[in-house]
């Protein structure tokens, strides 16, 4: 399948990364079963490029853990397309981490970690810290990924949710559960729409210093992002 013209202008000077990224996800990743055989042929712009805009969102030299990382997504073009940003891949399956820690390698993505375990797990934190932001990609619904989450990420750090179509909605259904796990300020974000034919939505929201039982009030800022 040929490169598209969006995969040159995300990626830059480190597309031959993404590629060979591409090739793992096309050969082994479908092989040993992380990524459905119907996938092979859109994982351009369904999973490598859905994931790799949502870069916009992160400042530079933050640590970035993505829980349930599963075949890399969204950690794994994050870190291509951001080689200043830390990675924390966290994934309990061992055939999963295999998968990882072997495309790791093969790229030489020395910002990249993987772990093997997950996210509620204490160790996680004693052995790499609090981090900047927390990332997943269609993990869980918003209540139970934000209790996995928040533990992990540092005040005033961010949650940064890819979700679907209903985003707008689980923050309506479970705004009270998160804020009540220490996560407030949650709005809807979408990326890459200058490059995608489907912008990629993110739930953005900000980890409080304690448990809180009711929703802050949002900050002002920006709600629409764009790729670089």
């Not at 055989?37 to 369904?46: A, D």
């Not at 072997?102 to 797990?121: F, M, T, W």
């Not at 810290?129 to 209540?143: F, I, K, W």
């Not at 929201?205 to 800022?221: D, F, L």
Request: hydrophobic content about 45%.
């Amino acid at each position: 399948m040929s490169v598209p013209e969006a995969a040159g202008r995300v990626f830059g000077e480190r597309l031959p990364l993404a590629v060979a990224y591409h090739d793992w996800l096309a050969d082994a990743g479908v092989i040993r079963g992380l990524i459905g055989p119907r996938e092979s042929s859109r994982l351009w712009e369904r999973h490598i490029l859905n994931c790799a805009v949502v870069s916009d969102l992160f400042d530079s030299d933050e640590r970035i853990v993505d829980i349930g990382s599963g075949a890399g997504l969204p950690g794994i073009p994050l870190a291509i397309v951001r080689p200043d940003l830390k990675l924390v891949l966290v994934e309990p399956l061992l055939r999963r981490t295999t998968f990882l820690s072997e495309v790791v390698e093969s790229l030489g993505l020395d910002n990249v970690i993987v772990v093997r375990g997950r996210a509620e797990e204490k160790a996680i934190i004693a052995e790499h810290g609090e981090a900047d932001a927390v990332t997943s990609r269609a993990v869980a619904p918003l209540d139970r990924l934000v209790k996995w989450s928040a533990p992990l990420i540092r005040t005033d750090g961010r949650l940064v949710a890819m979700k679907g179509s209903s985003a707008q909605e689980e923050i309506a259904e479970h705004g009270a559960a998160c804020a009540a796990a220490g996560v407030v300020d949650l709005i809807v974000e979408s990326v890459g729409g200058e490059l995608l034919a489907d912008p990629t939505t993110v739930i953005v929201g900000r980890r409080t210093a304690g448990r809180s039982g009711r929703v802050a009030k949002a900050k002002p800022g920006r709600r629409d992002r764009r790729a670089r």
